[in-house]
């Protein structure tokens, strides 16, 4: 099984303050996904990447950016945190080019006061 | 454009008897689908899929789903659950592999099962 590492697991912040999340992975997967889990929204992605300094927004990207410098590490950054980003946050990687299966981190959970 | 909708936010159901997670999608092309479970506190693990073949297939922990093309149904079964079941649980949907495309998730049913 691929490894994915979320970095922080738990983060609690104030509303104004800049966060970055960090996901790594071990095997090389090209593509990786950011989502949060929201109660009664289910997972919604936020943004993606197809490979170092590429970049896609998802269906909820507004306030959040992502950077890939490097294949193994996807970062996602709140420039700004407000609190409706109050969520957990996934990473995740294509696990099969073809199907689009996916494996998913642990999950970061951050809280905006 | 690909959406997903699990009919049921919350199925509650006594240990040992059978359950069915319902889960209809929308798609005008030929789609991947996949069930994926969470554990509380947990990541999304995945259950089971169909890619192609036998519309009926199995995956961990005894259950089972039956895919419905003329329905677009993809529903998730269980003969007689454990406690140890109680989870949420995701229906997704894939057109394949075309750039970028992500998995479409439902938004979760939550699986209580009590003694």
Redesign the interface.
């Known amino acids: 099984d691929a490894g994915i590492t979320q970095s922080p697991r738990h983060k609690v912040t104030e509303t104004g303050t800049p966060v970055t999340l960090r996901c790594h992975q071990t095997e090389n997967h090209r593509y990786m996904y950011w989502y949060r889990q929201d109660p009664g929204h289910g997972l919604r992605l936020i943004h993606y990447s197809y490979g170092v300094k590429d970049t896609d927004k998802g269906e909820v990207s507004d306030g959040y950016s992502v950077s890939r410098s490097k294949t193994e590490d996807f970062l996602l950054t709140l420039e700004s945190a407000t609190s409706s980003q109050t969520s957990v946050y996934f990473c995740a990687i294509r696990q099969n080019l073809y199907t689009g299966e996916l494996f998913f981190g642990e999950g970061s959970r951050l809280t905006v006061l | 454009a690909q959406s997903v909708t ?1 009919l049921d ?1 919350q199925v509650p159901v006594f240990e040992e008897a059978p359950v069915e997670l319902r889960c209809n999608y929308s798609s005008s092309v030929s789609v ?1 689908l ?1 069930w ?1 479970v969470q554990y509380p506190n ?5 259950l089971l ?1 169909y ?1 192609s073949g036998s519309t009926l297939v199995k995956g961990i922990n005894g259950f089972e789903a039956e895919f419905n093309k003329s329905q677009t149904s993809f529903h998730l079964r269980k003969p007689s659950v454990h406690i140890s079941d109680t989870a949420e649980y ?1 229906c997704a949907v ?4 075309q ?5 479409i ?4 049913t939550t699986l209580s099962v009590s003694s």
């Open positions: 699990q936010s991947y996949f994926y947990q990541g999304l693990q995945l899929k890619l995701f894939s057109e394949g592999n750039a970028g495309t992500a998995l998730f439902g938004k979760g």
